[in-house]
C-alpha cells in the first residue's frame, strides 16, 4: 500500500530557505513508473502544482519556481524533497505532497493522475 507523508516546512523570513520533504512507502523499489509530486494551496486560491520527479529522474517547475526551488530524491531515506529558496510571501501556502505510478510523463499539471496524497505541510513567508 502507497502511504506519503510530508515533513518539514514552517516559517521563515522573506528571501530565507526551507526544505519540505515527502516520505512515500510502498510506491518507490516497488513499482517500475512512478511520479512524484509537490502542489501547494493558499487560503482562498485553487492548488496549483509546484514540481513533480518521475522514475525517469526528470523533474519539472511551475515557472514561478524556477531556480529558486529544487526536487530531488533521496533513495536512502525514500524521499523525495523540495528545497526552497529565495522565499518569497507568494509562496506562502499548504504544501501537499502527492504520487501515482501510472506510466507516461511525470508532470503536475495532470494532477487527477495523482491518487495518493499527504495531509499537508504549512511554509509561511512573512515580508
Known amino acids: 500500500q502507497v502511504q506519503v507523508v510530508e515533513s518539514g516546512g514552517g516559517s521563515v523570513q522573506a528571501g530565507g530557505s526551507l526544505r519540505v520533504s515527502c516520505k512515500v512507502s510502498?510506491?518507490?523499489?516497488?513499482?517500475?513508473?512512478?511520479?512524484v509530486g509537490w502542489f501547494r494551496q493558499a487560503p482562498g486560491k485553487e492548488r496549483e502544482g509546484v514540481a513533480s520527479?518521475?522514475?525517469?529522474?526528470?523533474?519539472r517547475y511551475r515557472d514561478s519556481v524556477k531556480g529558486r526551488f529544487t526536487i530531488s530524491q533521496d533513495n536512502h531515506e525514500n524521499t523525495v524533497d523540495l528545497q526552497m529558496s529565495s522565499l518569497q510571501v507568494e509562496d506562502t501556502a499548504t504544501y501537499y505532497c502527492a504520487a501515482h505510478y501510472w506510466g507516461g510523463r511525470c508532470t503536475t499539471e495532470m494532477a487527477q493522475r495523482f491518487n495518493y496524497w499527504g495531509q499537508g505541510t504549512q511554509v509561511t513567508v512573512a515580508s
Open positions: 520527479l518521475g522514475s525517469d529522474g526528470i523533474s
Open positions: 510502498g510506491l518507490i523499489g516497488q513499482y517500475g513508473t512512478y511520479c
